[in-house]
């Protein structure tokens, strides 16, 4: 869950609704954007999949010490089982997938030095040789195509975090490809703006479900999810327009 402190409870944006924002945000940008073409619809199914399995409602799993709602970057331990759970899913759909969710794995967990993620991970390399090597791919262009996915993901998660908010200074978002950033404004009409502009069109709108909670802290899961209101969620609303057409065109 992606928790944020309002006046009275907390908002939460699921992961599930974080992933189809970020699949929205790749089916709208610009194609060249995207390496490999016989794999597009691959890689935006991927997009969507790559968080799935979450959240998992026992005891107090979702819940701080406190009894706070507990926030995905609050979590200490790497949860193996969701990460294997999502691989099992997507091998039954494109093999081209498995690639996108072990790279999105790897960035995760490449900085854990626990054993057995150390062994997840290493697994993981040998599957990726295996695969890479079985269509024929160049690992450039797969690595490629993997940053398109990590960017959908940096900039939902930038709209579903308000990284935004109180922020002077545009935000930074890593490229697809390059080295110089991708700044993120909000600009004085609430509205966004990308520099450089990467999406097909000179005005886009994103739509995402959150919730927000009565109360501020629970004695179990079960209390927390009963707060929820599913049949009932909010919507945010970004407006992303483009600048001037000399921004529109910085790619062309």
Known sequence: MI??????GWEIYFHKAHALLAMDIGLNLRRDH?????YYAAGIESIGEHDNNQPKWNKMDNLTGTGAPLDYRQRKEVDLDQAKSVIRSVKYKSSFMVLMVLAHFHKLYAES???DVRKFLEHLGRSKDEIITHLGLQPRSVA???EFLRFCDDLSL???QNDFE???DPLEIDPIYGEEKVLLSQLPDGTFHLDPWLFDNKEKVFFTEYYTTAKDFYKEDEELGNDIDLLHPKEKKFVFKAGTD???NLLD
């Open 3 to 8: 928790v944020t402190p309002i006046d009275k």
């Open 34 to 38: 995207w390496a490999i073409p016989k």
């Open 113 to 115: 030095k626990d054993f």
């Open 144 to 146: 490629k195509c993997y």
């Open 158 to 160: 930038a709209l579903c």
């Open 166 to 168: 109180n922020q002077k």
């Open 246 to 248: 000399q921004d529109y």
